[in-house]
């Protein structure tokens, strides 16, 4: 059994710098164009994925001084990516996916009016999933107050679940894990119940989940984000990793694999955001390298090409 080792909570500031320090510099970045969505913004969005024989890319498309999104699934035409005719628009954000099963499981945040806090919002995650884009169907919702939420099929089969609370458990928020059986065995209290990863975050700051790596041991690879604000109330994102063991629970360091300044100037949505990576999804490639899709600065996508971080816990050989 691979037994990882954590060695304790440490703070963006620390995690940055050791990244700045470490010479795994990103290689490439560009900008994602995106067309036909009426000058709204496309940002948040989950790496390509091949459905129906051709690669979509979930992405959220909102115009820059509003929070009123959509999720439009996009396909290549002519250099640019433009939303794919007659598939289904859902009212959500900051889309994912996964593969459970043989199934497609997709999902995204939700907004609701907050029951308590008359003119303010509530969310939660909410899953889909069916045999293609076309044919998908609602299936859970997770609690309510709770963003990156995600599922992942594990090497035995079972389905790992990774949480983000917030509020008395998880203070502005942390990740969490548990697992069930299958995923009609997943219910909103064996979610509100899952312990949590306790050395990550120190409690001015967060994080959480953005997408599940099975990797070839048996280990999951986390791609997330950890999060601060500055003494100015400004928000700094960064994209990050560490490698987690579903056999004993044990978990590795996070790692900063990339920072705003890596990728393309562009715009931001407001002035509080522009040292904002949001980390999609990552691709993974032979030649130990992977691209990292983001969101930038709550106004744009990007892709950026990095040395693939999960290869170092792949080598540790069970």
């Not at 970045?29 to 390509?48: G, H, Q, T, W």
């Amino acid at each position: 059994m691979i037994q990882l080792k954590n060695n304790g909570k440490k703070s963006c500031s620390v995690l940055l710098e050791t990244f700045r320090q470490s010479g795994n510099k990103p290689l490439q970045a560009e900008k994602l164009v995106f067309d036909k969505v009426n000058m709204r913004d496309v940002y948040n969005i989950a790496a390509p994925f091949i459905d129906e024989g051709e690669y979509v890319i979930p992405g959220r498309v909102e115009h820059r001084d509003s929070e009123q999104s959509e999720v439009h699934f996009f396909v290549q035409r002519g250099g640019k990516w433009v939303p794919r005719d007659n598939a289904p628009v859902f009212a959500l954000q900051d889309p994912f996916y996964t593969k459970i099963h043989g199934e497609l499981v997709f999902g995204g945040v939700e907004t609701f009016p907050h029951p308590e806090n008359p003119g303010m919002l509530g969310w939660r995650t909410v899953f889909y999933k069916g045999p293609n884009i076309a044919r998908l169907e609602k299936f859970f919702a997770g609690p309510d107050q709770m963003k990156d939420l995600r599922f992942v099929e594990q090497a035995d089969g079972s389905i790992g679940i990774f949480t983000r609370p917030q509020g008395s458990k998880g203070g502005r928020g942390k990740i969490g894990y548990t697992s069930a059986d299958s995923l009609k065995d997943i219910t909103q209290q064996l979610i509100a119940d899952a312990p949590l990863l306790d050395e990550q975050f120190l409690d001015e700051e967060w994080g959480g989940s953005n997408e599940i790596h099975l990797l070839s041991n048996g280990l999951l690879g986390i791609l997330g984000h950890i999060a601060q604000f500055d003494e100015m109330g400004n928000r700094h994102y960064y994209p990050m990793v560490f490698a987690f063991n579903p056999v004993d629970r044990s978990y590795s360091d996070m790692e900063i694999i990339a920072e705003r300044a890596n990728f393309v100037q562009g715009p931001a949505k407001r002035t509080d955001l522009v040292d904002v990576v949001f980390s999609g999804g990552l691709i993974r490639h032979q030649d130990g390298t992977a691209d990292l899709y983001a969101g930038i600065s709550d106004a744009e996508a990007q892709k950026i090409r990095i040395v693939d971080p999960f290869l170092a816990f792949e080598r540790k050989i069970q």
